[in-house]
C-alpha cells in the first residue's frame, strides 16, 4: 500500500514515510492509492478477535511496510486492559430503543483521542528506532489533545513532546491530567494568553525550516493518517458487537468537529463494512452540518467560532474534510487545490450538484445547542441510568432524528463526563462519577513551565531539551 496526495502532487510513498510528516509537499494531505475491501467471510472471520488483533487485521491492509508479527506486538502495546480499564477497550453500552454507546473514552484521558493516539506513541518509537532517529513534538492545546499525545508519548526514548496550553483556562481536571505528568520527556509550557496565542507560537516555530530541521520539530495533529487508520478499527468492532447477522446494516453517529472520527467511518463503509446511516454530529458551531445540507462549505474565522459547551467541537474549518472531498471529486487532486485556492481567496466553495452523492456516502446531519445538551443529559440519565459527557450528547440528539427501526443506532461516545463536571451538573445537578484511576488527581504535584508568549523564547527553550 502507497499513499497520494489529495492535490496530485506527491509521488506514492510508503506508510512509514508518511507517518512522522504532517502535510504532504504539496499542501494536501496523504491518502491510500485504494481502498482495501473486506467481504462477509472477512468479517465473520473476525468475530472472536480481541481489539488488538482486530486492529492488527485491519491496519495490516494499510501499512504493508511493518512486519504483520512487528504491527501486532505494537497493537498489543497500544491497546492494554491497563490502559483502557478493561480487557475489552471499547465496551458497547446499551441504552433505549436499539441505540447504544461506542465506548471510546475509556483510555488515559478518558476522551476518544486516545484511541489513536496510543497507536501513534508505538508507531512513532518503532519506526524512529528503525531509522535511529527521534522526534520533538510541538503542539498546542485546549484541553483534549494535548493529554492524549503526552499520555501516549509518556517514557518514550525517541520522543519528547513540548505542550503550550493557555494558562488557566483549561478544566481542573484536564490541567491536573496534563500537568500531574513527571516524565523527562514532556514538557507542559503554559502562556499567559489565550489558545489562539499558543497555535500562533507552534505555526511561527514552524515556519522557520532551519530550526524545524535542526530540532526535528514534528507534530501530532489530527491530519495524521495513522489517527484516521487507527479509528477505523472501532467502527468494525462496533459493527461486531451489535450485528447478528452478515450483511446487517447498523448506523454511527459521530459528534464532529474536524471530521477526523467521522472520516474513519466513511473509510470503513468504502471497505465493505454494512454501514447504514454516518449521522454527523455539530454544535452551535455548523460549518460541517451546514455543507450536507448545502452542499457549500463556508468555513468561519476564529471571531465567529461560539465556545460551547462541547469544546472539543468548537472548530471553524474541518482539517480532514479535504480527503473526503477528494474522493467526492472522483480523486481528482487538480480539482481539490482549485477548490482550495478558491477557499483562500472567496471564504467558500459550493458542491451542491454533488447533493446526492452524500447519502449514497451514507451521510446525513444535524446540529445541538446548549439547551440539546443539557436536556438529552436529563433524558437518557433519567430514562437509562447512563450518564453521558455533553458532546455524546450532541451525538445522541442527532441520531434520534435519523434512527430506523431495526437498524441499530452506535453514537460514539467521544468522551467521559467527569472531564466535563460542570455541564453535568447544571443538567442533573450531581457530580459526575470518576473511575478510581483519577481519585485524587487534582491534589497531585504539577509540573508545568510558564514561558512568556513568544516563539524565540519558545525556540530556546526546545534548544536545551530537544532529544536529538
Ligand atoms: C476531538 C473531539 C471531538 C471531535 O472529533 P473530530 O475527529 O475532530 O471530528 C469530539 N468530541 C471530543 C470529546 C473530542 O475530544
Redesign the pocket.
Given at each position: 500500500m502507497r499513499y497520494l496526495s489529495t492535490r496530485g502532487g506527491m509521488t506514492p510513498q510508503p506508510f512509514t514515510d508518511i507517518l512522522l510528516e504532517g502535510l504532504a509537499p504539496d499542501g494536501g494531505l496523504a491518502v491510500p492509492e485504494s481502498i482495501p475491501q473486506v467481504d462477509a467471510t472477512q468479517l465473520a472471520a473476525w468475530r472472536e478477535l480481541g481489539y488488538a488483533d482486530l486492529a492488527t487485521e485491519i491496519l495490516r491492509l494499510f501499512i504493508t511496510d511493518i512486519e504483520a508479527d512487528q504491527l501486532r506486538a505494537l497493537c498489543h502495546a497500544a491497546y492494554t486492559a491497563e490502559s483502557f480499564g478493561s480487557p475489552e477497550i471499547v465496551p458497547v453500552k446499551p441504552l433505549a430503543n436499539g441505540m447504544s454507546l461506542l465506548g471510546l473514552?475509556q483510555g488515559p484521558t478518558l476522551?476518544?483521542?486516545d484511541m489513536a493516539m496510543q497507536l501513534l506513541g508505538q508507531l512513532f518509537e518503532h519506526v524512529l528506532e528503525r531509522r535511529g532517529s527521534t522526534i520533538n513534538i510541538l503542539g498546542a492545546t485546549s484541553?483534549?489533545?494535548g493529554s492524549?499525545a503526552e499520555y501516549a508519548m509518556r517514557g518514550k526514548q525517541r520522543v519528547a513532546v513540548f505542550m503550550l496550553s493557555p494558562a488557566g483556562r483549561m478544566s481542573a481536571f484536564q490541567r491536573a491530567q496534563m500537568y500531574s505528568l513527571n516524565e523527562p520527556n514532556i514538557h507542559n509550557l503554559t502562556i499567559d494568553g489565550v489558545f489562539d496565542d499558543c497555535q500562533d507560537i507552534v505555526k511561527e516555530v514552524a515556519s522557520d525550516l532551519d530550526f524545524k530541521q535542526r530540532y526535528r520539530i514534528g507534530a501530532v495533529n489530527?491530519i495524521n493518517w495513522a489517527r484516521i487508520a487507527a479509528?477505523i478499527v472501532y467502527y468494525f468492532h462496533g459493527w461486531l458487537r451489535v450485528a447478528q447477522r452478515p450483511d446487517e446494516l447498523v448506523s454511527f453517529a459521530?459528534?464532529?468537529?474536524?471530521?477526523?472520527?467521522?472520516?474513519a467511518g466513511y473509510y470503513a463503509r468504502r471497505m465493505g463494512l454494512p454501514i447504514r446511516r454516518l449521522v454527523l454530529a455539530t454544535n452551535e458551531n455548523n460549518v460541517l452540518e451546514e455543507f450536507f445540507r448545502t452542499g457549500i462549505y463556508r468555513p468561519r474565522s476564529a471571531a465567529e467560532t461560539h465556545a460551547t459547551s462541547?469544546p472539543?467541537?468548537d472548530?471553524s474549518r474541518?482539517?480532514?474534510f479535504e480527503r473526503f472531498i477528494y474522493d467526492l471529486l472522483d480523486r481528482d487532486g487538480a480539482r481539490v487545490s482549485k477548490l482550495w485556492q478558491q477557499l483562500a481567496t472567496d471564504g467558500h466553495f459550493d458542491l451542491s450538484s454533488h447533493r446526492a452523492a452524500f447519502a449514497d456516502h451514507g451521510f446525513c446531519a444535524g446540529t445541538s445547542n446548549h439547551a440539546d445538551r443539557l436536556a438529552t443529559i436529563r433524558q437518557v440519565y433519567e430514562s437509562t441510568g447512563v450518564l453521558i459527557?455533553p458532546?455524546?450528547a450532541d451525538g445522541v440528539k442527532v441520531a434520534k432524528a435519523y434512527q430506523e427501526p431495526g437498524v441499530p443506532m452506535l453514537v460514539l461516545e467521544?468522551?467521559l463526563p467527569v472531564?466535563f463536571a460542570d455541564t453535568i451538573r447544571e443538567a442533573i445537578g450531581i457530580e459526575p462519577p470518576r473511575p478510581e484511576r483519577f481519585e485524587g488527581l487534582e491534589s497531585l504535584p504539577q509540573h508545568v513551565q510558564p514561558v512568556p508568549n513568544d516563539a524565540a523564547a519558545v525556540k530556546a527553550l526546545i534548544a536545551r531539551s530537544a532529544r536529538l
Open positions: 473514552s476522551a476518544f483521542k484541553g483534549d489533545t492524549a489530527s479509528q459521530v459528534p464532529s468537529g474536524n471530521f477526523g472520527n467521522i472520516l462541547s472539543s467541537m472548530i474541518a482539517s480532514n459527557d458532546h455524546t467521544t468522551a472531564k
